[in-house]
């Protein structure tokens, strides 16, 4: 056991290292959004399996899906599908590489470790750990709750959350109590420690995030290696990039996550105004923003996009490079998106993927997000159909308008909203949304603080 922690000791200090250079960089991030492939639903093994309950407002019966989703060192994508029981592995082509055997009941969180092992955390009451090859041979079950010793499940007393992967492959189990804990087991299981936090990075380090009062959307980060000497402590304030990505968040984030270099990803959820219809009893109503933090706390890049609109466990992931996979759920299939991280960008990115939709083979994304995510006023005429646009005056540029009548070439009148094509919206509103090479995207990026409106004045 001790020269699994003195494995762990000399990560911790190469992680230090990282940060320390990380935060002095004056680059900032952006993402390039990648279309990767469609899985229907379905109980096959090309399909994942998702209930939408029939009956609205049936509070008895809540829409689930795919609980999980964690990327693999070679680009393959694992996902937890809670409906059929199982985790499948497919590779960036949608071909499937894997069924795990067995039943898997309550699958909620999921893990992949440098060889391509999977782990899985679910079971009746969230307390059982299992691990699989990356073929989907079990290589052994555990309940935590007997795997973990006694006087520490004093200490520690609270419900298993999360799984991340340390060092060394370790597994780290996030225990949620009033001031959270990491248990953490080497590969083969063995339960190695525990310590005050809530995960613990890829380098070997313990975080623990706390509440900044006043602030929803900021964070108290405290480090600490495993002997419980503290390392860090900084305040991660998402807002400090671009407070307008966060339109409509009521609350503050659901979740953190990080890569391999300590990088922080912060999760928060937020209302948009253009709800989409997915059937006849569910709406997309809410959006997904995720902040990218340096190992100092800065904000170095945003990602704003659609959710579900019911909780299915972690619909996104964030790989070591940084990375960022989404399940986007359609009416009858779910999409598998890659957001891919480069750091060419001087200042701090923001990129907001538009809510869309194919007719015609064209591509159409809805009006009012493109006025919402650009800062742009929207005035809607219903008795005329037409809609204006106005660009907000900025230095000598005078302010711009642009009317879209329901009729017009490239603008149609959907589900009660105004719908514009790529071709009509670069031609008649200005150059401002693009799409992934598989034309299956739409999205805006640009430089943080509402300078997103890039228009051709």
Not at 174 to 196: C, H, K, Q, R, W
Not at 308 to 313: H, K, L, Q, V
Not at 340 to 366: F, H, I
Request: aromatic share 8%; glycine share 12%.
């Amino acid at each position: 056991m001790r020269s699994s922690f003195s494995r762990l000791m000399k990560c911790v200090a190469v992680g230090v290292l990282i940060a320390a250079g990380a935060s002095e960089k004056g680059d900032a991030d952006s993402y390039s959004p990648e279309y990767l492939f469609t899985l229907e639903f379905g109980e096959a093994d090309n399909q994942v399996g998702v209930y939408i309950p029939r009956l609205a407002g049936d509070l008895e019966c809540i829409p689930a899906g795919p609980s999980g989703i964690a990327a693999g060192p070679d680009g393959s994508i694992y996902i937890a599908d809670g409906i059929n029981h199982c985790i499948k592995r497919f590779d960036e082509y949608g071909e499937l590489l894997m069924r795990t055997e067995g039943r898997l009941d309550n699958i909620q969180r999921l893990a992949v470790d440098s060889t391509g092992a999977v782990y899985a955390l679910g079971g009746g009451g969230i307390g059982t750990a299992w691990k699989f090859s990356g073929e989907g041979q079990q290589l052994w079950r555990a309940g935590l709750g007997g795997a973990i010793p006694a006087e520490v499940r004093r200490q520690f007393a609270g419900r298993f959350y999360d799984v991340t992967i340390g060092p060394d492959d370790t597994l780290c189990v996030e225990i949620s109590t009033e001031t959270s804990a990491v248990a953490v087991f080497d590969p083969e299981g063995n339960f190695l420690g525990a310590y005050e936090g809530y995960a613990c990075t890829p380098t070997g380090k313990i975080v623990s995030v706390g509440a900044v009062p006043y602030e929803k959307l900021a964070a108290e980060v405290h480090v600490s290696d495993l002997e419980g000497r503290p390392l860090a402590t900084y305040v991660a304030n998402s807002r400090a990039g671009d407070p307008g990505i966060f339109e409509g968040v009521v609350h503050g984030f659901s979740r953190e996550l990080f890569d391999s270099g300590d990088y922080m990803y912060t999760i928060a959820h937020g209302t948009s105004s253009f709800p989409i219809i997915l059937s006849e009893d569910l709406n997309i109503g809410t959006d997904v923003i995720v902040t990218r933090h340096d190992p100092s706390g800065r904000p170095v890049a945003y990602l704003r996009f659609p959710s579900f609109p019911f909780y299915t466990g972690s619909d996104m992931t964030v790989d070591g490079a940084g990375n960022v996979y989404q399940l986007s759920y359609n009416a009858t299939s779910v999409d598998v998106v890659r957001y891919r991280l480069d750091t060419l960008s001087q200042e701090v990115q923001s990129l907001r993927v538009l809510a869309a939709m194919s007719r015609d083979g064209s591509k159409y994304v809805a009006l009012r997000g493109i006025a919402q995510h650009a800062g742009m006023s929207l005035k809607w005429d219903a008795a005329t159909r037409r809609a204006i646009l106005s660009s907000a005056t900025g230095g000598h540029a005078e302010a711009r308008e642009v009317t879209l009548a329901a009729g017009d070439q490239g603008v149609l009148l959907h589900e009660g909203r105004l719908w514009v094509s790529i071709a009509a919206c670069r031609e008649k509103v200005g150059p401002m949304v693009k799409t992934d090479a598989k034309q299956q995207i739409a999205y805006l990026v640009g430089p943080a603080a509402r300078k997103v409106a890039c228009l051709t004045r």
